[in-house]
């Protein structure tokens, strides 16, 4: 049983910077393609960003290339999310999970709200 903990969200102002991350209980994050989502009030989750299990391959999405960094540590079982530039359209829940097959549990997530 995987169990996804994510922290350091909160509130801050357009322009602002976050940094979230994301540990894992119960197998490793070795081997295994990560992602963060979110998922913004009234709205489903979205795919935001991928690192693959090496660290040597990521992705972003169009509304956050550039802004966002996704990074991992394999021996700490944590992935992590460097956002800056905030703006207030990236107001929302972010949840990490894996990238490919079936999803582990979701986490609580860690509700990220940037104001204008």
């Known amino acids: 049983q995987v169990q996804l903990v994510e922290s350091g969200g909160g509130l801050v102002q357009a322009g602002g910077s976050l940094r979230l991350s994301c540990a894992a209980s119960?197998?490793?994050?070795?081997?295994?393609?990560m992602a963060w989502f979110r998922q913004a009030p009234g709205k489903e989750r979205e795919f935001v960003t991928f690192?693959?299990?090496?660290?040597?391959?990521?992705y972003y999405v169009d509304s956050v290339k550039g802004r966002f960094t996704i990074s991992r540590d394999n021996a700490k079982n944590t992935v992590y999310l460097q956002m800056n530039s905030l703006k207030p359209e990236d107001t929302a829940v972010y949840y990490c999970?894996?990238?490919?097959?079936?999803?582990?549990?979701w986490g609580q997530g860690t509700q990220v709200t940037v104001s204008s």
């Open positions: 999970n894996r990238r490919w097959g079936p999803q582990w549990t």
């Open positions: 690192i693959s299990w090496s660290g040597g391959e990521t």
């Open positions: 119960g197998r490793t994050f070795s081997g295994v393609d």
